[in-house]
Structure formats: structure tokens, C-alpha cells
Nanobody, 121 residues
Framework: QVQLVESGGGLVQPGGSLRLSCAASGSIFRINAMAWYRQAPGKQRELVALVTSGGNTNYADSVKGRFTISRDNAKDTVYLQMNSLKPEDTAVYYC???????????????WGQGTQVTVSS
């Protein structure tokens, strides 16, 4: 079994910062890309940021220059540093990983349970 467990969400004022963490655990042979998605009420889930196993990153235009994604491969953990937060960043943030459980297995996609981020004064 594989689990992705997020932490670090909460309530923050506009202009503030938060750091999200997501640790993968269980039977894992190799992790390919790791990413953060978010879903605001009444909206579709959207990609926020992605980091490949080689460290290449990709960001949604709405967060470029404010958010930074990183990963610690030794800990199977991905982070999202969020600065200059805006009310429109309010959403449930989900961790996502594309991973292989066994050496002879294919890559499958896994999701965390989500963590709420609320930006409000």
C-alpha cells in the first residue's frame, strides 16, 4: 500500500507564506514526477506545480514567481513553498505522485487526501 500524507495547510493573511509538505510511504520502488494540485469550491482541480525526478519544474502561470516546488528524493517528500499568498489561492491542495511500487511494475498515479489553505484577513 502507498500513502501520500500532506501537512502544512492553514489560515494565513494575504501576503503571508505557507509551506506544504507531502511524504510518500509504503512499498515504493521509484517515484517519477511529483506535483501539487488545488481545487477551489465550484472549480475544477488544477495543476499548481510539478517537479520531475531530475528536478525540472513547471508552474501554473498564476503562481509563477510566488510558489516554489522542491523535493527530497531520499525522503520521498515534495514541498510547496507559497509566498505572497492571495485570497484566490484559497483551495484544498492535493499532493500527487507518479510512482512504481516494484521493479517490474508500471508507473501508477497516487493522490493525497488534501490539505486546506485559506488566505483571508
Amino acid at each position: 500500500q502507498v500513502q501520500l500524507v500532506e501537512s502544512g495547510g492553514g489560515l494565513v493573511q494575504p501576503g503571508g507564506s505557507l509551506r506544504l509538505s507531502c511524504a510518500a510511504s509504503g512499498s515504493i520502488f521509484r517515484i517519477n514526477a511529483m506535483a501539487w494540485y488545488r481545487q477551489a469550491p465550484g472549480k475544477q482541480r488544477e495543476l499548481v506545480a510539478l517537479v520531475t525526478s531530475g528536478g525540472n519544474t513547471n508552474y501554473a502561470d498564476s503562481v509563477k514567481g510566488r510558489f516554489t516546488i522542491s523535493r527530497d528524493n531520499a525522503k520521498d517528500t515534495v514541498y510547496l513553498q507559497m509566498n505572497s499568498l492571495k485570497p484566490e489561492d484559497t483551495a484544498v491542495y492535493y499532493c500527487n505522485a507518479d510512482l512504481r511500487r516494484f521493479w517490474n511494475d508500471g508507473y501508477y498515479n497516487y493522490w493525497g487526501q488534501g490539505t486546506q489553505v485559506t488566505v483571508s484577513s
